[in-house]
């Protein structure tokens, strides 16, 4: 999930460019193959709109594989944005 959109690749189409340039960040058991496939076609059927705070690639991945659909970057920086504000308020 991009702002670009959905995009379908084989493994070395996404790679293409970066062969020595990737790395495996968390392996998926086999056993949910299934599952995320259907997940995949159920993307595939509907226009899924790209939204930083909800519906980013993190998110997305998270959910793709069954995990919780959360982004911890992306509440850090909302954290982070909420305590800036505090701050300054507090500061007035």
Known sequence: ???EGLF?????EFVRG????????RAVDPVRERAINARV?????QEVEYRLHDQNCE???NWL????PVSPQV????V???IALFVSAVGR
């Open 8 to 12: 379908l690749h084989t493994f070395d």
């Open 80 to 82: 982070l944005g909420a």
């Open 59 to 61: 998110v997305f991945a």
């Open 18 to 25: 970066f062969e020595n340039n990737w790395r495996v960040v």
């Open 41 to 45: 076609a159920e993307v595939l059927r």
């Open 75 to 78: 509440q850090g920086v909302f």
């Open 65 to 68: 594989v069954g995990d919780p």
């Open 1 to 3: 999930m991009t702002p």
